[in-house]
């Protein structure tokens, strides 16, 4: 945080950020925004976190024009829920939709029922979209949606236009595996034909969600890593991200852009669909569907020249629900109330200090990749994490213990009590669903899925072979296990 600060006070005294005094934007013209959303991108799959043998020279660089996030946190560690609180700027405990849709069917394994949650974010619900139409902006949706079917997509958002492309797609030496070059192409197509007035693009990749491919070239050059076909897919995604920042600096329009970089929730650490081995979020523990830092944990990059200061590291918690009240903002538009963010654009622009809050989850689901309903909450360097179907707790010290390896709850007694309470508290004023008994619960389902093998703990970063083929079983009976009724019809995109 030393560095962020000394850049911060050489840029006010060079006079490229300004003073709180003055308006955070200009009487020049109001600044486009480009925002970038990878599905299922881990903390540490760029090699600017870390990742040494994955390959992203784009996203680097854009790293280092501008601010790198190191504790950056999604609203939810699954894709719709998360996705939806960009969009609204509320938590999606408030809005009653709390998993992906259509979400996982209820099963005998579970002690608890899922809450009936919200199958489309309603049309009353004003997104990005809807408000930086207000402010004069034009805007596309390009690529993802998930968080609404028929009736409910970007379109009746508020979007101007919508380019869905395809989640999968034949690598090809014009293609990747995840259709990010056509969504690119997409992109750029909409900036240029809007280069002469302020614009929203929101562009929501694909990658690297499972089932992913990539081309056999970029597989071999990525042999070395954890896995070669994923790290090929980051590669491609980090390619298509370079092109799209080309073209704003070919339109002379890179000065006058926000781009914002980031991921719906953390990588999925354990195997799922067609691929036994897909990613790890070491040093951190568990990842996508769990309350745990590696589900929560997302890669923020925010650049824009003259306002953000570059090079810089951030390492305040902010939660992806922020980006609404953010954005409007830097836009020169007031804040609306109601909201569950808050604004960071005092602090991204060197005006004001970062915000500190404690932040809270609310994640009433059994999940696809092993977790139980659970809530959880960051006050400072503690992370409480409780239970739903148990109502245990556990308490991490995560400054001291980034992976959530030693529960200190028996030990702090006192804390957890003044955590839970805070917890409850904000479920109560957010109108958090809650779940109810199963009735057609089986005890022994239960323990073979969730007590004798707990995918939380799984670290594939240091798993042997047996425990690889271990986890490999386990995914299996977790698919094989019957619905206690049939599942609501998918939603494209869904995992």
Same mark, same amino acid.
């Given at each position: 945080?030393?560095?962020?600060?000394?850049?911060?006070?050489?840029?006010?005294?060079?006079?490229? %950020?300004? /003073?709180?005094?003055?308006?955070?934007?200009?009487?020049?013209?109001?600044?486009?925004?480009?925002?970038?959303?990878?599905?299922?991108?881990?903390?540490?799959?760029?090699?600017?976190?870390?990742?040494?043998?994955?390959?992203?020279?784009?996203?680097?660089?854009?790293?280092?024009?501008?601010?790198?996030?190191?504790?950056?946190?999604?609203?939810?560690?699954?894709?719709?829920?998360?996705?939806?609180?960009?969009? /609204?700027?509320? /938590?999606?405990?408030?809005?009653?939709?709390?998993?992906?849709?259509?979400?996982?069917?209820?099963?005998?394994?579970?002690?608890?029922?899922?809450?009936?949650?919200?199958?489309?974010?309603?049309?009353?619900?004003?997104?990005?979209?809807?408000?930086?139409?207000?402010?004069?902006?034009?805007?596309?949706?390009?690529?993802?949606?998930?968080?609404?079917?028929?009736?409910?997509?970007?379109?009746?958002?508020?979007?101007?236009?919508?380019?869905?492309?395809?989640?999968?797609?034949?690598?090809?030496?014009?293609?990747?595996?995840?259709?990010?070059?056509? *969504?690119?192409?997409?992109?750029?197509?909409?900036?240029?034909?809007?280069?002469?007035?302020?614009?929203?693009?929101? *562009?929501?990749?694909?990658?690297?969600?499972?089932?992913?491919?990539?081309?056999?070239?970029?597989?071999?050059?990525?042999?070395?890593?954890?896995?070669? %076909?994923?790290?090929?897919?980051?590669?491609?995604?980090?390619?298509?991200?370079?092109?799209?920042?080309?073209?704003?600096?070919?339109?002379?329009?890179? @000065?006058?852009?926000?781009?914002?970089?980031?991921?719906?929730?953390?990588? *999925?650490?354990?195997?799922?669909?067609?691929?036994?081995?897909? /990613?790890?979020?070491?040093?951190?523990?568990?990842?996508?569907?769990?309350?745990?830092?590696?589900?929560?944990?997302?890669?923020?990059?925010?650049?824009?020249?003259?306002?953000?200061? @570059?090079?810089? %590291?951030?390492?305040?918690? %902010?939660?992806?629900?922020?980006?609404?009240?953010?954005?409007?903002?830097?836009?020169?538009?007031?804040?609306?109330?109601?909201?569950?963010?808050?604004?960071?654009?005092?602090?991204?622009?060197?005006?004001?200090?970062?915000?500190?809050?404690?932040?809270?989850?609310?994640?009433?689901?059994?999940?696809?990749?092993?977790?139980?309903?659970?809530?959880?909450?960051?006050?400072?360097?503690?992370?409480?994490?409780?239970?739903?179907?148990?109502?245990?707790?556990?308490?991490?010290?995560?400054?001291?213990?980034?992976?959530?390896?030693?529960?200190?709850?028996?030990?702090?007694?006192?804390?957890?009590?003044?955590?839970?309470?805070? *917890?409850?508290?904000?479920?109560?004023?957010?109108?958090?669903?809650?779940?109810?008994?199963?009735?057609?619960?089986?005890?022994?389902?239960?323990?073979?899925?969730?007590?004798?093998?707990?995918?939380?703990?799984?670290?594939?970063?240091?798993?042997?072979?047996?425990?690889?083929?271990?986890?490999?079983?386990?995914?299996?009976?977790?698919?094989?296990?019957?619905?206690?009724?049939?599942?609501?019809?998918?939603?494209?995109?869904?995992?």
């Amino acid at each position: 945080m030393g560095h962020f600060i000394g850049i911060l006070a050489l840029l006010w005294a060079a006079g490229i %950020v300004g /003073t709180a005094a003055g308006p955070l934007v200009g009487a020049g013209p109001k600044p486009n925004v480009v925002f970038i959303l990878a599905d299922d991108l881990g903390i540490n799959d760029l090699h600017c976190y870390g990742r040494r043998e994955h390959h992203t020279p784009n996203l680097d660089r854009l790293a280092s024009q501008g601010m790198r996030f190191v504790s950056a946190y999604c609203a939810q560690p699954i894709c719709s829920p998360s996705r939806a609180a960009i969009l /609204t700027g509320k /938590t999606p405990a408030r809005l009653h939709l709390t998993t992906y849709l259509p979400g996982r069917a209820d099963r005998p394994s579970q002690k608890v029922l899922h809450p009936e949650i919200v199958l489309d974010l309603p049309l009353a619900e004003k997104t990005l979209a809807d408000r930086f139409k207000e402010a004069g902006y034009v805007s596309a949706a390009i690529g993802k949606w998930h968080v609404g079917g028929r009736g409910f997509g970007p379109l009746e958002h508020g979007f101007d236009s919508y380019h869905p492309g395809r989640a999968n797609t034949p690598p090809s030496a014009s293609e990747g595996g995840k259709g990010e070059y056509d *969504l690119t192409a997409a992109a750029e197509r909409f900036v240029e034909a809007h280069r002469d007035r302020p614009f929203l693009l929101y *562009l929501a990749h694909n990658a690297p969600h499972i089932p992913y491919a990539a081309r056999e070239d970029r597989i071999r050059n990525n042999a070395g890593a954890f896995e070669p %076909v994923y790290a090929a897919v980051i590669e491609s995604l980090d390619d298509s991200v370079g092109r799209l920042l080309a073209k704003l600096d070919a339109l002379g329009l890179s @000065a006058n852009t926000i781009v914002v970089f980031t991921s719906d929730n953390g990588g *999925l650490h354990v195997p799922e669909g067609p691929h036994p081995k897909i /990613t790890h979020n070491a040093p951190y523990r568990a990842g996508k569907g769990f309350v745990y830092e590696g589900g929560l944990r997302i890669p923020l990059l925010v650049r824009w020249p003259g306002h953000v200061a @570059a090079g810089s %590291v951030v390492e305040t918690p %902010v939660v992806n629900t922020d980006w609404l009240p953010t954005l409007l903002e830097l836009a020169g538009q007031p804040v609306p109330s109601g909201l569950d963010g808050v604004s960071l654009a005092s602090f991204l622009t060197g005006r004001g200090p970062a915000p500190r809050r404690p932040l809270f989850w609310h994640f009433p689901h059994y999940t696809n990749q092993g977790s139980r309903p659970a809530g959880a909450m960051r006050d400072g360097r503690w992370m409480l994490v409780e239970y739903y179907d148990d109502w245990k707790s556990e308490l991490y010290d995560i400054v001291a213990d980034p992976g959530e390896r030693r529960d200190l709850a028996p030990r702090l007694p006192a804390r957890v009590t003044r955590m839970h309470a805070s *917890l409850a508290a904000w479920r109560q004023r957010v109108g958090a669903q809650e779940n109810r008994p199963n009735p057609d619960f089986d005890p022994d389902g239960y323990r073979a899925l969730y007590l004798d093998v707990d995918a939380g703990r799984f670290d594939p970063e240091r798993a042997d072979a047996a425990a690889w083929e271990s986890l490999w079983r386990w995914r299996k009976a977790m698919d094989a296990v019957p619905t206690r009724r049939p599942a609501k019809p998918p939603i494209p995109g869904s995992p």
